[in-house]
């Protein structure tokens, strides 16, 4: 039996929480995933896995021999990383998890990275706050940007690095610009705008299990008012698209105003009263030992002349 391998599936099928999935994940059949397992169990003479007439979970002693097999797969990628780096050439993958309203930034951040250091891949993801968070404890990711206000919540062993302030404006079609219209020109900020003023428009979006739309709730309750949106959705394209060419407005922050400010078509109002800025920032597992790629990321997400870059293109456009 390799034991590493049957750990490494183990681990898929913790995250894929399906047998054929996991198999599928990992390359190999779904027969050749079981009989893996069954092996791993026949090692520790313990049941590691739920059976039934589909997944159905891991024992507590699974749950232990996963903790394992998630550190032992951590230390490998490590070492690996260790032997194939040079003293200033880190080589590896880099798995990145963002909020939707963060990839703007992550992708400045990720392109920058690895224009330094070309033996970097960085392997970028949009995820949920709640997901980032459990894939890093679970060490699925190594790193993660969200909102790092809301990291004592469930109690994980999360670092926070801060990164920016993220601002809110409420943005629709300016009302001379064509239906549809994708001209080239700058976006046009105009004047302070009420959350409840804000509230009277069909606005486009993000669902309810996003920590964004929490948020902007949080933001019209005070207020005084509770919307309903004309269009929900969980991707960043449709709520941008869905302004450019529809008949709704929504509320943006800086970071993703930021990617649409060559649309001349689109006008931005800075919202108040409430005056809500968000701290967002990276997040890394504590008390875990970096590999060299993540020492690398750490350190430009610390440098100033990044910080100055992520605070022009998120803040204030006022």
């Known amino acids: ?41 026949q090692e520790f003479g313990v049941v590691i896995v739920q059976r039934g007439r589909s997944y159905a979970g891991l024992t507590h002693e699974g749950e232990r021999v996963l ?25 590896g993958a880099l798995r990145i998890g963002a909020v939707p309203t963060a990839m703007p930034m992550v992708a400045r951040f990720a392109a920058m990275l690895q224009a330094r250091y070309p033996g970097i891949l960085p392997s970028v993801r949009s995820l949920s706050s709640p997901d980032i968070e459990t894939e890093l404890d679970a060490m699925s990711l190594d790193i993660g940007m969200g909102y790092t206000d809301r990291l004592g919540a469930r109690g994980l062993r999360l670092e926070p690095l801060p990164q920016y302030t993220e601002h809110y404006y409420f943005v629709r079609r300016a009302a001379d610009a064509p239906p549809g219209g994708f001209q080239d020109g700058r976006i046009r900020i105009g004047g302070n705008m009420p959350w409840k003023d804000a509230a009277q428009h069909p606005l486009c979006m993000l669902t309810p299990e996003m920590h964004n739309r929490t948020i902007v709730d949080s933001a019209f309750a005070i207020a005084g008012e509770e919307v309903r949106p004309a269009i929900e959705t969980n991707s960043i394209m449709t709520l941008t698209i869905s302004v450019v060419v529809g008949e709704v407005c929504s509320v943006l922050p800086g970071a993703l105003l930021d990617a649409m400010r060559g649309y001349s078509t689109l006008e931005a109002l800075p919202l108040v009263q409430p005056d809500v800025r968000t701290p967002v920032g990276f997040m890394t597992l504590a008390g875990v030992r970096p590999s060299r790629v993540l020492e690398a990321a750490l350190s430009l997400a610390r440098e100033d002349g990044w910080l100055r870059h992520a605070a022009a293109h998120s803040g204030d456009f006022g």
């Open 1 to 41: 039996m390799n034991l590493l391998a049957s750990m490494r599936y183990l681990v898929a099928l913790n995250e894929h929480r399906h047998f054929g999935r996991a198999a599928q994940a990992c390359h190999i059949t779904q027969p050749a995933l079981s009989n893996a397992l069954r092996a791993l169990e």
């Open 67 to 91: 903790a394992t097999a998630q550190r032992m797969l951590r230390e490998h990628e490590v070492l690996q990383q260790e032997l194939n780096s040079g003293a200033d050439r880190p080589q």
